[in-house]
Every structure is written in C-alpha cells, then in structure tokens.
C-alpha cells in the first residue's frame, strides 16, 4: 500500500445554505430529518411517462432571477440561486470578498450535469435557422463550467474558479479542493458548491441503465431495486482557523475497475477512508456518526455495508439520506456533509427514511451499526462517503469546531 499524507490542520465551515427537496434552507432539511421522514414523491417532471419516485425542489418553476442575470435563466441556475439565497449565504460569502478581497476568495463548485436541461430545452425547440433559440443561444449556458460562472458572477468572486464532475462524488471532492487552495495559500476563503437540477437526460439515463426504482428508495433495506433522483444546490464557505465545524480530513481514490459497479471488495472506498483518517489523525473508531453513500442499489450497499462493518466501530450511529431527499447526483456529497454539519452542531443524527427491514445478507455488524430512526445526542466526530460512477470515490471527514 503506497504511503498515507500527512495530517493537515482543520479548516473552518464558516456558512451554508442548502436548497433541496426538503426546502429551502438548512432547518428544512433538520426538520425532515428529525421526524424520519422523506421528500420523495411520484414522477411528475417528465412529460413522457416514467414511474418512479424523484427528490424535486418545490417552487423553480415560478421563481425568477434577477433582471441583470436573466441571460442565464434555466433550472438548474434558477437551483443555484435559491441555495445561495438561503440561510443568507450570499451575503456571508460576499463578506469574505470585502474582508479578503475578490481575488483571494476561491469557488469549487461540484455538478453531473450543470446546465444540461437548458441544452435539452435548446434541442426540443430549435429555432427557424436551427440553431438554438435566442433565451438559449449562449455558449456560457450550455457548458459544464456555466454554474461556476453564475455563481461567480452572483457572489462577485474574482478568485480561482474550478468546476469538479467525477459524478456523485462532484462537491465532496470540491470541498477536499478547497482545503488544497487554502493550504497552500492559493485562496484565503472559498465557496465550495454542489448544484444539480432534474432533467431527462439524468431520469431516462439512470432508466436505461436499469437503476431506477419504481418505489421511494429504499437503501440497504432486503427489497432495495434502485435509486431514486433528486435535484439539490448546497454550498459551503470555507476559511483557515477554528469555526462552529471543522473538515478534518479527506481521502480520494479511484478504483480503476468498471465504469459503474464498485470494486466487489471495496478496495477504492477503503483507499479513500484510510486516507481521510490519516490527514485527520484519528483511527476509524473515533468515528461517531457516519453518513453512507446509500444509494439503494444491491451491489454498491453490499460493498459499503462490508467496508462499515470490518472497520468503523460497533457504536457508531450509520445512516443513509437519499431516502429522505434523493439522490442528488453531483450535489450529494455536499448536501450529505451538511447532514455532518447538523450531527456535530446541533447532535442530529439523522435516520434512513424508507429503509424498513435491513437485507440479512448484509453483514450482521453492520446490521447493529445501521440506524432506520433518527437520534438526538452529541457527537464529536462525524464522516461521510460519497462513491460516484468510474470508481471515484470520497471520504469527509469532519469535527465539533471550538467555536
């Protein structure tokens, strides 16, 4: 095994804001996590039949942005706008702008798909020369950086701007980015986002590929068939120094193994953990809640199920979100280390919504680390996994700050 990093120093989680299927804002999704509950409902988002169950983010139809970026007005913007809005983000991050300056404030934004329900739009109605109509005829708007560029524009950042797309791992890997930019002294605050919107191309794509469950996802439970999509924006603003939160550490892997499945041992996700736990200085004992990638498909639960069991500790709390909110591609990493956030702010350690009867095929340490119902207690150290498709895989691992 080649050498583990070195341990870093902790970095603050200054601010958040969180715009998913819950709601608006951070205390929406605390509170559907603290009655077990879940956001999931039937498919009403595409026109052409399809059953299954998404994660949609209530009210992007009627909003509107402002007059002076309507240039850039589809879902997936209109998305990213709602979750700088809440829990007064924006503001926050523009603070750091004044304080730092523009140009030493970073942005790291994580997303699958970015603007790609705009294209899709662009496509199904083309105009009469056939090129893309004129609302949609925008070579910012239809690329995989167009969000990084709005939310640049929105906040007024002038510092580094990268936009990460390794699939459902996207913003967890943007927070490890951000810590990178601020070791090294690139950035002395950076917003770190993760922002994807409903399309047909994700739906009909994760249909084809048979991973699609008819049903409200159900993770690690013995009749789990598929995920279910959801849309969300989360951001975070990060900055050296003590704060309420703290990310510890981080590991990044790849398992260079199949273009979808995971390595059947888990020998990537286990890379990625080992290194998170070696640039926190802890062992994995000391980790206290643990929020799984849980996607709800047989073959990734078995495999994180496996890794949980034969090395966290039997007392840690571990429990899987997707069934509350969906998975939400490219923003799930962050969306899932806001849920840490919440164990290690508020001790809300949230349960596994849809989750009825664990497969018993599961190892049976993990059935005893594995929590349906959510919990109220304090915890110091929190972590979470996110695995995406190619095997790019990342482990967060998060502490109670001293302030």
């Known amino acids: 095994m080649s050498e583990q990093p070195a341990r870093i120093e902790p970095v603050a989680v200054v601010a958040q804001g969180l715009a998913c299927a ?13 009655r077990g509950g879940s956001a999931l409902l039937p498919n009403d988002f595409t026109t052409l039949p399809l059953p299954c169950h998404i994660g949609r983010v209530a009210g992007l139809e009627q909003a509107a942005l402002p007059a002076h970026l309507a240039d850039w007005d589809c879902r997936a913007t209109r998305l990213a706008w709602m979750g700088l809005q809440a829990d007064g983000f924006a503001e926050v991050a523009r603070a750091a702008c004044r304080a730092h300056g523009a140009a030493r404030v970073g942005l790291v934004l994580g997303t699958s798909a970015s603007t790609i329900g705009a294209s899709e739009q662009a496509y199904a109605a083309p105009a009469e020369d056939g090129g893309f109509p004129a609302p949609l005829r925008s070579e910012r708007l239809n690329t995989l950086h167009a969000l990084a560029l709005f939310v640049q524009q929105v906040i007024g950042l002038q510092g580094p701007c990268v936009t990460v797309s390794t699939a ?33 191309s994700l739906l009909f794509g994760f249909h084809a590929l048979g991973l699609l469950s008819r049903e409200p996802c159900r993770p690690f439970d013995a009749a789990r068939d598929g995920i279910s999509v959801g849309e969300a924006a989360a951001f975070a603003l ?7 939160w703290q990310l510890l550490g ?5 398992d260079a193994h199949h273009m979808s499945s995971p390595h059947p041992q888990g020998l990537g996700a286990e890379r990625a953990l080992d290194a998170a736990l070696a640039r926190a200085g802890l062992q994995a004992e000391a980790i206290e809640y643990l929020n799984l990638h849980g996607t709800a498909t047989p073959l990734n639960d078995a495999v994180e199920a496996a890794l949980v069991a034969r090395r966290l500790g039997p007392g840690v709390h571990a429990s899987a979100t997707k069934g509350a909110t969906g998975h939400s591609m490219g923003a799930a990493g962050l969306v899932e280390a806001l849920v840490c956030g919440l164990a290690l702010r508020e001790g809300l350690l949230s349960g596994s919504a849809g989750s009825a009867t664990i497969d018993p095929a599961l190892d049976a340490g993990f059935a005893q680390q594995f929590q349906r119902a959510p919990a109220q207690r304090p915890v110091r150290v929190a972590a979470s996994h996110s695995f995406g498709f190619g095997g790019n895989n990342a482990v967060l691992i998060f502490g109670k700050g001293p302030t």
Do not use: I
Request: net charge neutral; proline share 3%.
């Open 168 to 200: 459902c791992s996207s913003s967890a890997k943007a927070l490890a980015q951000a810590e990178r930019w601020l070791r090294l002294g690139l950035a002395d605050a950076v917003v770190v986002g993760g922002v994807d919107a409903l399309s047909g």
């Open 22 to 34: 819950a709601g608006s804002g951070l205390e929406a999704l605390a509170g559907l996590l603290r």
């Open 250 to 254: 981080y590991g990044e892997s790849n």
């Open 238 to 244: 990060l900055q050296r120094g003590p704060g309420p």
